[in-house]
């Protein structure tokens, strides 16, 4: 089963409104996550990393106080996208690092702006 | 990190091994090589890492050549449902930012 699991699945929301969009490790505590961005037919793009207890730090080109992230607990980050606009559409793709080292993928969020 | 390159595209009979190359001739010696899949609309799956020695796991096989600049990822009976991109990455082991190419699409035909 899914040990990072990304919520919602799927989301529509309207232009100029705000979304969040909440990755969990399931069974391991979490003091890394990374949040990526997909558009169809390319490759995952990192957009940022949310580290516990302290600021995210972003990927170049990537807007800090759009895409607001904010790791609350060791198992809890959240990716807000704030004033969101059709261009935002996509998919979000978190994942989280073990005590083991290695990285597992939630199953993605797909945003919808209209 | 060391950059990987795939072919972009691979067709695989079902029930035939799938095999898949990697080329990474300028990973440095702290770095693994690791494997992940993504199916359509999902999430990346991881597969298997190593170093330098071959591993197996219940997914799948890693060869990794001996001067490490090369690896091969082999799915022994591929099934419809392995159809996917298959991302190759060489990363430092307590490195964090996978960097993800092209990878390639892997098609299991019937």
């Known amino acids: 089963g899914a040990v990072v699991s990304q919520h919602p699945s799927r989301v529509i929301c309207k232009s100029g409104t705000s979304v969040k969009i909440e990755c969990r490790s399931l069974d391991f505590q979490a003091t890394t996550m990374f949040w990526y961005r997909q558009f169809p037919k390319q490759s995952l793009m990192l957009m940022a990393t949310?580290?516990?207890?302290?600021?995210?730090?972003?990927e170049q080109g990537v807007e800090k106080d759009k895409f607001l992230i904010n790791h609350a607990s060791l198992t809890l980050s959240t990716l807000t996208v704030t004033s969101a606009h059709p261009e935002d559409s996509s998919f979000y793709i978190c994942?989280?690092?073990?005590?083991?080292?290695?990285?597992?993928f939630g199953e993605g969020s797909w945003l919808t702006v209209v | 990190d060391a950059k990987t390159t795939q072919p972009p595209s691979m067709d695989c009979a079902e029930g035939r091994a799938a095999n898949l190359p990697c080329n990474h001739s300028?990973?440095?010696?702290?770095?693994?090589v690791y494997w992940y899949r993504q199916i359509h609309s999902q999430g990346p799956q991881y597969i298997i890492h190593g170093l330098k020695n071959n591993e197996t796991n219940e997914m799948a096989s890693l060869i990794i050549t001996e001067d490490r600049k090369s690896s091969t990822l082999i799915l022994p009976h591929a099934t419809l449902r392995d159809t996917a991109v298959y991302y190759c990455i060489a990363l430092h082991r307590y490195g964090q930012n996978f960097v993800f190419g092209p990878g390639t699409r892997l098609s299991v035909l019937p």
């Open positions: 949310s580290n516990e207890g302290s600021k995210a730090t972003y």
């Open positions: 994942s989280a690092l073990n005590s083991g080292n290695t990285i597992y």
């Open positions: 300028t990973i440095s010696g702290n770095e693994y």
